[in-house]
């Protein structure tokens, strides 16, 4: 185990810089395509389910390269994994923005493997170097991502219309991985150990899929994962289906991912407070289940809508993660349930966008897709309840 870092004085400083550099990049290089579907649908000529991959390739790629990153911070030390998780996004960019379909689909490919590498490993070098710090690294890395995010998705689709193309656009989106790139060089010459992050111990433990606890926590994760999905890869597309402007239906893209940070400053406070979390886990399902409805039902409204669920699944989110700790006896047990979830979570979150697009071509609108993501929230709302109960998961 390695000492952690004081986050003060110039090496602390930088090191925080470039952690929330490395955070504005996990989010924007993926979503802010979204709101750029339709314009590269119509160009290559692709059937809604296809585009819809382009959502499910970093999904898949989350779930296959997330294992892999605690191995490959173990054998190149966290901050040189972390440097290549920048690289593999500037470079899938880069191919993503190039002249075919086939360099579409791989670069988006590469950009997952990228943002998998981060997801896995920053929120690791946040527990190593600022241990009496989390709580507020962790805050300031979400906040910072959500918003991040929101900027991208508000500004791609008026530079496309600006004169740089639908290419252009998302080619623009390299300032961000380019820029911590740069910020995290210094970092390159720390060579620390990754044991904190993963030892033979805290491999998968077969004993933690036997327990209801368990999958009623994987699923609470899971399925938000999976309405998350659907409505951030499809909002654009189903705004602009009932009469939003190709810009209004990119801001409000936007307003929705700065939505999903909000939570990570109200809901630790809130949950100092409560003795379980049953009723606010079932309260912020219900939420996404509210605004998938009021997307149908009352479309003028969907900036309300947008807020709402934003705030929802970002809240949700935030529980989820919490009932890992909470609901383990160990830290082992923990390392199993979040890989648990993990692998459930992406599996579903990869299904959601092309089976809801599928769903769209056969009926022509987006009611259907809208009112399953209404009841999968309400599903959700259940899980949330049994999961929010104050008990731990009873197996070795």
């Known amino acids: 185990m390695t000492s952690a870092i004081p986050a003060s004085g110039r090496r602390g400083i930088l090191l925080i810089i470039g952690i929330l550099m490395i955070a504005t990049t996990l989010r924007v290089t993926f979503t802010g395509a979204a709101p750029l579907l339709d314009a590269i649908r119509a160009e290559y000529g692709l059937s809604t389910a296809q585009t819809g991959m382009l959502t499910t390739l970093p999904l898949l790629a989350f779930g296959l390269v997330s294992p892999l990153a605690a191995g490959v911070a173990r054998r190149f030390g966290m901050e040189r994994s972390l440097f290549a998780a920048m690289l593999l996004i500037c470079a899938g960019i880069a191919v993503r923005s190039l002249p075919s379909s086939l360099f579409l689909f791989t670069g988006t490919t590469i950009i997952g493997c990228g943002i998998a590498l981060g997801n896995v490993l920053l929120p690791g070098l946040i527990k190593r170097d600022f241990s009496q710090h989390v709580a507020k690294m962790t805050g300031a890395y979400s906040l910072t991502m959500g918003a991040a995010a929101g900027?991208?998705?508000?500004?791609?689709?008026?530079?496309?219309?600006?004169?740089?193309?639908?290419r252009g656009a998302l080619l623009m989106l390299m300032a961000f991985p380019l820029l911590a790139f740069l910020l995290w060089l210094p970092q390159c010459r720390r060579q620390q150990q990754a044991a904190n992050l993963t030892s033979s111990r805290m491999?998968?433990?077969?004993?933690?899929?036997?327990?209801?606890?368990?999958?009623?926590?994987?699923l609470f994760l899971g399925i938000n994962s999976l309405i998350y999905y659907v409505i951030i890869g499809w909002l654009p597309a189903i705004l602009i289906g009932q009469g939003y402007s190709e810009a209004q239906a990119g801001s409000l893209h936007g307003l929705l991912q700065l939505a999903t940070a909000v939570p990570g400053l109200a809901i630790p406070l809130i949950l100092?407070?409560?003795k379980d979390q049953r009723g606010i886990a079932a309260l912020t399902a219900l939420m996404c289940a509210v605004s998938a409805a009021g997307y149908w039902f009352f479309p003028q409204s969907a900036v309300l809508w947008t807020l709402l669920f934003g705030f929802g699944t970002g809240a949700t989110m935030i529980l989820g993660l919490t009932f890992i700790g909470l609901r383990a006896r160990s830290a082992h047990q923990a390392a199993a349930l979040s890989g648990m979830a993990q692998a459930v979570g992406y599996l579903l979150a990869a299904c959601g966008p092309p089976l809801m697009g599928k769903i769209h071509d056969a009926s022509g609108d987006w009611h259907l897709p809208l009112l399953a993501c209404a009841l999968l929230s309400v599903v959700m709302a259940v899980f949330g309840a049994c999961a929010g109960r104050d008990r731990e998961i009873n197996v070795d």
Do not use: D, E, M
């Not at 491999?203 to 994987?218: C, D, F, K, P, Y």
């Open 151 to 166: 900027l991208g998705s508000a500004l791609v689709v008026p530079l496309a219309l600006s004169g740089f193309g639908w």
């Open 203 to 218: 491999q998968h433990n077969r004993g933690i899929w036997r327990s209801a606890l368990a999958w009623q926590v994987t």
């Open 272 to 274: 100092y407070k409560l």
